[in-house]
């Protein structure tokens, strides 16, 4: 059974102060890593996929990277208005390989 | 270009109630889910969908049911309703990497 686990629950960071989420996998055979960002009250939103262990994504602030273990987004500088809740999910070539399995997702608050 | 469009966006249920979460989305996906998500739990896969005709179960199927007889739509069908069903519930589409979710539909038993 796929498991992702993501680490800390919760994190708060002040204004300008980089700092890295994780989400740690077991798959009996990655298809995909994704990271999403989730605001209160509406639906994820879609930011990175990654496929093999060494590749790196950017987007404005953002970098994920993964490994044959795990995902690190990397936040440089953040801003208040990177506070959302962080989402990991893998999907496995094993099985019903269309699913998507979940973690529980890190809460980011950047103070100001 | 709409998306995933969930209807309604709120709803409170009595308990043995019955109720269809409505979802359709606009672009041409195979592959459609249904998620709920409950506080510090993260998504917790209900149903989901290979294309019109193909259905099967997630990790939490009890108590719901699904249909899926276009590609557009995947309605979940709340048959009685429990306490337990108290939730936010998250549709997503998708054809070969990024999923899109819907605004979602916050649901209360009592």
């Known amino acids: 059974e796929d498991q992702v686990t993501q680490s800390p629950e919760a994190l708060r960071l002040q204004e300008g102060e980089s700092s890295s989420l994780n989400c740690s996998y077991t798959?009996?055979?990655?298809?995909?890593l994704f990271w999403y960002r989730q605001d209160p009250g509406k639906g994820p939103e879609f930011l990175f996929t990654?496929?093999?262990a060494g590749e790196e994504k950017e987007k404005e602030r953002l970098k994920a990277t993964l490994t044959k273990k795990e995902s690190f987004l990397h936040i440089t500088a953040p801003k208040p208005e990177d506070s959302a809740t962080y989402l990991c999910?893998?999907?496995?070539?094993?099985?019903?390989?269309?699913?998507?399995?979940f973690g529980k997702g890190i809460t980011l608050s950047v103070r100001p | 270009n709409a998306g995933v469009t969930q209807t309604p966006k709120f709803r409170i249920l009595k308990i043995g109630q019955s109720m269809t979460l409505q979802c359709t989305q606009d672009?041409?996906?195979?592959?459609m889910y249904w998620y709920r998500q409950d506080p510090g739990m993260g998504l917790k896969l209900i149903y989901y969908?290979?294309?019109?005709?193909?259905?099967d179960k997630g990790e939490v199927p009890n108590g719901y049911n699904v249909s899926r007889s276009t590609t557009e739509d995947f309605p979940l069908r709340l048959e009685l309703a429990a306490p337990s069903q108290t939730s936010v519930y998250f549709c997503?589409?998708?054809?070969?990497?990024?999923?899109?979710f819907g605004q979602g539909t916050r649901l209360t038993v009592v």
């Open positions: 990654l496929y093999s």
């Open positions: 969908s290979v294309g019109a005709g193909i259905t």
């Open positions: 672009m041409n996906h195979n592959y």
């Open positions: 999910a893998v999907q496995s070539w094993s099985g019903a390989n269309s699913k998507l399995t």
């Open positions: 997503a589409s998708r054809m070969n990497t990024e999923a899109f």
């Open positions: 798959v009996s055979g990655l298809r995909g």
